[in-house]
């Protein structure tokens, strides 16, 4: 079965940046599957990153190699690495975007090549990074181990009284308010997001009418606000950073 290799950027899909990656690993690497998480991160977010590769890798069969490139640092004295962890291997910058891995992950900095280009990484020393990884080279061939990669784990909720007290950590193409507070045992609870009321915790879209707040258990397991057929980040005037209490 061809290997797998997910990709997420922040280099959106109007310009070669993508292709010239994939270009890449088609060349260097035996023949994989090449599935795209995203491109459209907005450039340089490194915590909508780290969501994103939070709640897809573990997904994916054992042996996969995600290559994430959102690097506002490229080209500066910032590592490059490579990691492993249950079963899986990454391909990143060392800016924290790595962040979702196991305590245990093994961390490598890659060398990266005389010839490499100072602005585009992703093409000159992760994707043959990755496309070694795919090809079977260990990772302790790629460079030499490391153990304090760059840590910046995404804020986590905590209990304050009988409430929860969180904050939106994503936003999504559709402007729904993704948080980090956890979901079980909070149907029907009442919400507030930026100080504003978010109505009591439903279980879908459906059950309030269009234009309309509802708040809900999303599909990652914590609470998230939408307004029905519309965008809450804009309906709400609130975004990630913003204080919710459950």
Do not use: C
């Amino acid at each position: 079965m061809p290997a797998i290799i997910t990709l997420l950027t922040d280099f959106g899909t109007r310009d070669s940046y993508v292709a010239e990656v994939k270009a890449v690993l088609a060349s260097q690497a035996h023949p994989a599957h090449l599935i795209d998480i995203t491109h459209d991160v907005l450039p340089g977010d490194v915590r909508a990153a780290q969501y994103l590769l939070a709640r897809v890798w573990p997904r994916f069969p054992q042996g996969s190699v995600h290559l994430v490139v959102v690097d506002p640092g490229v080209g500066t004295k910032r590592r490059a690495l490579a990691a492993a962890a249950a079963g899986h291997f990454f391909v990143a910058p060392d800016n924290g975007v790595l962040s979702p891995l196991p305590p245990d992950a093994r961390f490598v900095e890659l060398p990266v090549p005389a010839g490499a280009a100072p602005t585009f990484h992703g093409r000159d020393v992760f994707a043959p990074a990755a496309a070694q990884l795919v090809n079977g080279t260990a990772l302790t061939h790629l460079g030499h181990a490391i153990t304090d990669p760059v840590r910046a784990p995404l804020p986590a909720a905590r209990k304050e009284g009988g409430s929860w007290v969180g904050e939106v950590i994503y936003v999504d193409r559709f402007g729904t308010l993704v948080t980090n507070v956890p979901g079980d045992g909070l149907t029907g609870a009442p919400v507030k997001v930026g100080g504003k009321d978010a109505g009591p915790v439903r279980r879908t879209f459906g059950e309030v009418e269009p234009g309309k707040v509802v708040t809900f258990i999303g599909s990652g397991g914590t609470i998230e606000i939408a307004v029905r057929g519309d965008s809450a980040e804009i309906k709400l005037g609130v975004g990630v950073g913003a204080e919710v209490r459950v």
